[in-house]
């Protein structure tokens, strides 16, 4: 059950403005026998909740007496107050990972012949994306049939923006996809290609025949290769993820051979 405390007032705020709804005006030592608040704190109490604009006073009656803002009123200023703290806290969080991204080093890079792998659609795609995030000088994407596993318009338009922001800071990409895949791209996604990309000369797109499996070759070092379910073929299984130039090298190959047959997206 939804609480004051849940939006911001202490256990003796909340019982005290609870209590002022109840009697109407009153003074603070009515209020206190009425909200169980004890007198030796009830003061303090409802000048934090008069500093929130939740109870008014009328300073001009001797004793002072306190009453309460509507309820609607005062669960609007409280949301309001909340909404502000937590935009607050964002702002400060976005200074500090501003300050930790200028203050932390790039890991060191794994010897050759060190690998990962991701199992699953969710924990495949969140590797994928953060290798495309972590690219510095080139990014080649081989892509043939879309996997069943994935809403394909949805990790689609994640792809390509994760590309698009690669491009934005200086990294080259190369993307060779099935005639297949080709056509069923989202209209969505075709048309930010045309407005933001098309004529990039950092960003090529071309489209082949045989294109099957899709790996993902970075910065000419690591390889991604999405390994499918050998009970069900068209489903992916897991991203196999191999930091090793050399077998970068041979994988880049092959991919060159295939490039060099494949036509320009029309």
């Known amino acids: 059950m939804a609480d004051l405390r849940d939006i911001g007032l202490s256990e003796y705020e909340a019982s005290a403005y609870r209590a002022l709804l109840r009697t109407g005006p009153a003074t603070a030592k009515e209020l206190s026998e009425e909200s169980g608040v004890p007198m030796g704190r009830i003061y303090d109490v409802l000048g934090s909740v008069e500093s929130q604009h939740l109870v008014r ?88 049939t879309p996997s069943s596993s994935f809403d394909f318009d949805d990790v689609s338009g994640r792809v390509f923006g994760r590309l698009e922001a690669a491009v934005d800071r200086g990294v080259s990409v190369s993307v060779l996809m099935s005639q297949g895949l080709a056509r069923s791209m989202p209209d969505v996604v075709n048309e930010r290609y045309a407005t933001d990309l098309a004529d990039s000369p950092d960003y090529e797109v071309r489209v082949g025949d045989g294109i099957d499996g899709n790996v993902t070759i970075v910065d000419g070092a690591e390889v991604c290769l999405e390994v499918s379910n050998p009970v069900e073929p068209d489903e992916a299984f897991a991203i196999i993820d191999l930091q090793d130039a050399e077998f970068a090298a041979d994988v880049y190959a092959a991919f060159e051979d295939s490039w060099t047959d494949a036509d320009a997206l029309d």
């Open 57 to 144: 006073s009328q300073a001009a009656s001797r004793p002072k007496k306190y009453v309460a803002v509507e309820p609607d009123t005062a669960l609007d200023r409280l949301l309001d107050d909340r909404k502000r703290e937590l935009r607050e806290k964002a702002d400060q969080y976005e200074s500090v990972v501003d300050d930790l991204t200028r203050d932390l080093q790039d890991p060191t890079a794994p010897e050759d012949g060190f690998w990962t792998a991701a199992l699953g659609p969710d924990d495949s795609l969140g590797l994928l994306l953060e290798r495309l995030d972590a690219a510095t000088d080139s990014i080649v994407l081989v892509s043939g």
